[in-house]
T-cell receptor, first 115, second 117 residues
């Protein structure tokens, strides 16, 4: 079965510093990986995805993620954090088990960017 | 373009009562999904509709949960009777394209926070 792990419940970073939110995955077959963000009182918003191709994927709001097959990781990164980036971040992988598009999510990582 | 909408945003009910959650997907999206997040845990898949048909309901916890999608448009998720462990945030999502093989992103609604007391 497909799974993702987000080892950090919370990440704290100062504004202007680079940020990394970690995600590791376990899949059978090719991984389709996603990052979503949830701002307070809002739904999950799609940030970026990796399907194939370049290991560095660029997404919304200046975020990018690096796919590393040997380490089975898909860490989310941003060169310079903003206070407005503070939110809950979820990593997800597509579950191929049934042949459909359901997503398997991690437990989420709360990002707190301090001024 | 309107996004995925869910109603109500918050529901507080007593154990044993019935609650119905509604989801309106993005117009034209054939795929509709329900997910649930129990406090502090991962978001878990409940079921997937393609138009009005249930394609995958492997995540439904038990027969107290009933999902429908009338005419392939909006969907409802009924919990009857509700139990304490049903508390959580219920998300609805929709996407374009075929049920398999595509890479279409799922667009999520704001969620319904269900509290069972």
């Amino acid at each position: 079965a497909q799974s993702v792990a987000q080892p950090e419940d919370q990440v704290n970073v100062a504004e202007g510093n680079p940020l990394t939110v970690k995600c590791t995955y376990s899949v059978s077959g090719n991984p389709y990986l996603f990052w979503y963000v949830q701002y307070p009182n809002r739904g999950l918003q799609f940030l970026l995805k990796y399907i194939t191709g370049d290991n560095l994927v660029k997404g919304s709001y200046g975020f990018e993620a690096e796919f590393n097959k040997s380490q089975t990781s898909f860490h989310l990164k941003k060169p310079s954090a903003l206070v407005s980036d503070s939110a809950l971040y979820f990593c997800a992988v597509r579950d191929w088990g049934t042949g459909f598009q359901k997503l398997v999510f991690g437990t989420g990582t709360r990002l707190l960017v301090s001024p | 373009e309107a996004g995925v909408t869910q109603f109500p945003s918050h529901s507080v009910i007593e154990k044993g009562q019935t609650v119905t959650l509604r989801c309106d997907p993005i117009s034209g999206h054939d795929n509709l999904y329900w997910y649930r997040r129990v406090m502090g845990k991962e978001i878990k898949f409940l079921l997937h509709f393609v138009k009005e048909s249930k394609q995958d309901e492997s995540g439904m916890p038990n027969n107290r949960f009933l999902a429908e999608r009338t005419g392939g448009t909006y969907s409802t998720l009924k919990v009857q009777p509700a139990e304490l462990e049903d508390s959580g945030v219920y998300f609805c999502a929709s996407s374009q394209g075929p049920p398999a093989g595509g890479t279409y992103e799922q667009y999520f609604g704001p969620g319904t926070r269900l509290t069972v007391t």
